[in-house]
């Protein structure tokens, strides 16, 4: 049997692993582990990123069947993983919304379990360190969860091994993403996994989704704000579902408008009609209002957004709280409607679409 020797406990490897005997030096007390394979000690690691996201148009909608229009941001979510000998352990050291952690601890548990049956792995026979880390701080609306579900899964496939394309990549975090949105419609994980501005329409019978790039003239300043409220994807969209079954008329006249909205929109945006664009965001968060799923705090920040000259904003994600988007082209006006929100003690982010 080979051991392992550490003069101080922190500078184990892994805490949990027998420890043999300690015996005094003078200086030091040394400690004696039981010793992993050699193979096993020489590090390797599995890296991985996922981008973040705004839904431009579409939200809820697209989860049935109308086609939505999302954008990623140049924030990222980084995963490493290593095998180790403890079982499956989250290190989520990403920057966060006050409660985001705690409340979606039990559906980020689960998502890594849905994500690791779907690579057919035995959760029980393999032990991992996820360590989650990047720039794209975990608020709710800007697709932190579907960010989360690509990295690791690229961070997985690489320390085992497994070569994956994008598409299958895009498939697991969409079994992932179950997790956290119940029914999701695949929009999420796709600008997750493919960045870019992207026009996405959700297979109702099960097929492929429709996922094209779409391209502008250039990139859009959009200044995303926070309202702190953690809110819960899954409730959101069950809540639409269930309206939209008892009220078939309201709702199917409102998923109608949806539907085009969102072409009118494609073509604004590839004419660079800016301030159609922003017109058409204002009409969206109409109809996200008129399905309920807006709140005082979005509201408060995109009428402010408004009064500082965005050319419009709407709620972005599954709404109920997390983070409402406004078009704001131009570093200048950019920063009036940020700096207006800042002033308010909200958190925001500067960020472009279209890169
Ligand atoms: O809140 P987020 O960033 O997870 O976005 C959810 C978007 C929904 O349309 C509400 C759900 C979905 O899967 O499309």
């Known amino acids: 049997m080979s051991h392992l020797v ?3 406990l922190e500078n184990c490897p892994s805490p949990s692993r027998e420890r043999i005997d300690e015996f005094d030096s003078g200086t030091h007390t040394i400690y004696l582990f039981k010793s992993l394979e050699i193979s096993d000690l020489m590090v390797s690691m599995g890296r991985g990123f996922g981008f973040g996201k705004v839904i431009l148009f579409g939200e809820h909608f697209v989860v049935h069947g109308v086609p939505g229009i999302a954008s990623a941001i ?6 490493e993983v290593q095998k180790t000998q403890d079982g499956i352990t989250i290190k989520d050291e990403r920057r966060s919304a006050k409660g985001y952690t705690e409340k979606k601890r039990t559906q980020q548990k689960e998502s890594i379990q849905r994500m690791l049956e779907t690579m057919g792995i035995d959760s029980e026979k393999t032990s991992l360190e996820i360590r989650l880390g990047g720039n794209l701080p975990s608020f709710s609306g800007i697709g932190a969860s579907a960010a989360s579900s690509v990295a690791i899964t690229k961070a997985i496939a ?7 394309p994008d598409e299958r990549i895009n498939e697991i975090a969409y079994e992932a993403e179950k997790a956290y949105a119940g029914t999701p419609s695949g929009i999420d994980n796709s600008a997750a996994t493919y960045g870019g501005l992207i026009w996405f329409r959700r297979n109702l019978s099960g097929g492929s989704n429709t996922i094209e790039r779409l391209s502008i003239r250039q990139p859009v300043e959009v200044v995303i704000g926070n309202t702190r409220v953690v809110a819960n994807t899954k409730e959101m969209v069950a809540g639409v579902a269930e309206r939209k079954r008892e009220n078939p008329e309201k709702y199917d006249q409102l998923f109608s408008r949806a539907e085009t909205l969102a072409l009118e929109a494609r073509k604004a945006l590839e004419d660079y009609n800016l301030r159609e664009v922003g017109r058409l965001m204002n009409e969206n968060h109409g109809l996200l209002q008129e399905i309920e799923v807006s709140c005082e705090e979005l509201d408060y920040l995109i009428n402010l957004a408004r009064e500082q000259g965005a050319f419009g904003a709407k709620l972005t994600g599954g709404g109920g709280g997390g983070c409402m988007v406004s078009l704001t082209p131009g570093k200048e006006l950019q920063e009036s409607v940020a700096q207006a929100m800042e002033k308010k003690g909200f958190e925001v982010l ?6």
């Open 158 to 164: 690489e320390e085992l091994g497994m070569d994956l």
């Open 6 to 8: 550490a003069y101080k």
């Open 74 to 79: 140049d924030l990222t979510t980084e995963a």
């Open 350 to 355: 500067r960020v472009e679409i279209g890169v």
